[in-house]
């Protein structure tokens, strides 16, 4: 389910294409009980001696020291190369270097689904040789999960579609695995969450989900919070994951705040996490804190770190626009970064929607108390040109140009 999940977070129009013949239909039950006898004799996943050694490594991934933590994945690799972990890992740090800019460069996307391709290719070989083997099955549902995920993004629905519901299917042959540790949990809880949420609120997908099986909300909430208290190598994911849906998806802003502040304070280098707490804290009015974080995703901007780029630009010059505006009343001050915000948009191509309308609606009703009637009629322009028609700053702005 992670490719509709993604989508379902993001607004989109685009129909996703029908669902092959040849797709079978799969039944997953909530199993989290260990089962009775499984050898993980040689199970990477859960040797504990591996974990300790890359404790590190996943350390340095989330905070976005790409290399450090691709050299550790690489000796992982020259030890146990025909094993999917090091090739999935290599490719979710490949993921991580996607994220900061929203998704939006594709300057990566070729070399992930190389990582992605070699995951499948390796489990699949384990899984032939061992059709018990759950964590083939769990490299092979994280392989096609994260393959389809990024399908989404690009809107390629056919090979999304196919990918997630391969994904399920080794979802399904891994289950009986989820009590042996928390990382099997995690696929199984997203899909109990979105199989529920997507319909509800994408009509649109409900005859592709009528090919999947039935979730449950509350359960795949509980289960996420286990794999993010739980997990080692899935457990930053899990958190990411539960940070968006109680932010986007359940509302609950002040739910999503400890994990953001988690996730921020825990990987500073990460701009993704940053922004993303720095814009709790601006919905949940701590402005001090918004502030600061705001100022330091500038600096590491400007220090050209890894994963800040204009996306972060984006949030926190519009952050500081709004408090030199509103707390400072340095409407000098308000009017750069303003402008800088609209700069950052255009160059992320984020300009349908959201900061860039703002930022132009308040540079608009800065000119206009300033009885500047150009630069107002300009900015009021934009906003009339980007804001949905039943929007409140649509209708401010189309009453603006008829009188002036």
């Known amino acids: 389910m992670l490719p509709l999940a993604v989508r379902a977070q993001q607004p989109d129009t685009a129909r996703p294409a029908a669902l092959p013949d040849s797709v079978r239909q799969v039944r997953?039950?909530?199993?989290?009980?260990?089962?009775?006898?499984?050898?993980?004799?040689?199970?990477?996943l859960m040797d504990k001696?591996?974990?300790t050694e890359l404790e590190g490594a996943v350390y340095n991934l989330y905070n976005f020291k790409y290399d450090k933590a691709e050299r550790q994945f690489r000796s992982l690799r020259r030890r146990y190369p025909n094993h999917p972990m090091p090739y999935f890992l290599l490719g979710l740090s490949t993921w991580w270097k996607i994220m900061p800019s929203g998704i939006q460069t594709t300057l990566y996307d070729k070399q992930f689904f190389a990582y992605m391709d070699t995951t499948i290719a390796k489990g699949e070989a384990m899984y032939k040789a061992d059709n018990q083997n759950y964590e083939a099955s769990f490299f092979l549902a994280a392989g096609y999960g994260f393959d389809g995920r990024l399908h989404a993004e690009r809107h390629d629905w056919r090979k999304a579609t196919v990918s997630a519901k391969r994904a399920l299917d080794y979802l399904d042959k891994s289950k009986e695995a989820n009590g042996l540790s928390p990382e099997f949990l995690f696929g199984q809880a997203l899909f109990n969450y979105y199989a529920v949420w997507i319909p509800d609120n994408y009509p649109l997908l409900k005859p592709v989900l009528l090919f999947f099986p039935k979730g449950n909300k509350q359960l795949g909430l509980q289960q996420l919070r286990n794999v993010a208290d739980n997990g080692f190598y899935v457990g930053p994911e899990a958190r990411v994951f539960l940070m968006r849906i109680l932010l986007n998806e359940e509302d609950k802003p002040e739910q999503a705040m400890p994990l953001a502040?988690?996730?921020a304070t825990t990987y500073p280098d990460n701009g993704y996490f940053q922004r993303i707490y720095a814009n709790i804290c601006f919905r949940q009015g701590e402005f001090r804190e918004c502030e600061r974080v705001s100022r330091d995703m500038l600096e590491k901007l400007n220090q050209g770190l890894p994963g800040y780029e204009a996306?972060?630009?984006?949030?926190a010059t519009y952050f500081l626009g709004y408090l030199m505006q509103n707390r400072y009343k340095n409407y000098t001050k308000a009017k750069e970064y303003y402008q800088r915000c609209i700069v950052f948009a255009e160059l992320n191509g984020e300009t349908k929607y959201g900061f860039y309308v703002f930022a132009n609606l308040a540079l608009a009703r800065l000119a206009d108390k300033a009885k500047d009637a150009p630069a107002a009629r300009r900015y009021y322009t934009v906003v009339l040109d980007k804001s949905e028609r039943k929007s409140e700053q649509y209708r401010e702005a189309k009453a603006y140009l008829k009188t002036k």
């Open 261 to 263: 502040r988690y996730l």
């Open 49 to 51: 001696d591996i974990q």
């Open 311 to 315: 996306n972060s630009g984006r949030y």
């Open 28 to 44: 997953l039950e909530n199993v989290d009980v260990a089962p009775a006898a499984v050898d993980t004799k040689g199970w990477l």
